[in-house]
């Protein structure tokens, strides 16, 4: 088991919708660290906890940052989710 599915295995998401080469790019950025899987956030330039809905939000700001020039608009994946959340929808499964 990758370490992506490990982490969203008791979740409702799934990477299904995104192309697998930029899961698999998210695969190698993956570190370890006392039992935790990180990352290094592309907004806040950090190491982060990955948890499924990081993931998530990884994928879409990589998918922005592929697909739109390089151009992201503020907290577009913050908002996907949150609007996701609020009209009770699910896109992951």
Known sequence: MTNIQNILKDSNYSLSIFKQKFVDE???????KNDKP?????????????????VVRHMIINHDLHNHDG???DSMAEHFIQWEKREKLSFWE
């Open 26 to 32: 998210l695969e190698k950025k993956i570190t370890i």
């Open 38 to 54: 990180y990352i290094e956030c592309l907004i806040r330039e950090k190491k982060i906890i990955l948890k499924p809905e990081e």
């Open 71 to 73: 151009e992201l608009p």
